[in-house]
């Protein structure tokens, strides 16, 4: 798969942790995929499968390249998965 896992984010929430950077917790709201950026396999394209801007999206550590066999996507965001993103993965 050439794809690479960006994730739609939420607003920041503040959670009050000393832990968490800014005292806010962004959480995950949709995981996509994104074609490479023309002539930079290691960049995000500018959009997503399904056609949503990947500018303001963070970009997965896991990548599905890196876990052959396994679904692209984290299997513990399987709920929030963009059904548009994975119905092109799938044709």
Do not use: N
């Not at 801007?53 to 679904?71: K, N, V």
């Not at 984290?74 to 059904?83: D, Q």
């Amino acid at each position: 798969m050439t794809e690479i896992v960006v994730y739609e984010l939420d607003k920041p929430v503040a959670t009050g942790a000393p832990e968490a950077p800014g005292g806010a917790e962004r959480r995950v709201r949709t995981v996509h995929a994104a074609p490479p950026a023309p002539g930079a396999s290691g960049e995000t394209g500018p959009r997503t499968l399904c056609g949503k801007d990947t500018f303001a999206m963070a970009r997965a550590r896991r990548q599905p390249s890196d876990h052959p066999g396994e679904p692209w996507y984290p299997e513990e965001l399987a709920s929030v998965v963009c059904p548009d993103c994975a119905a092109v993965i799938e044709t």
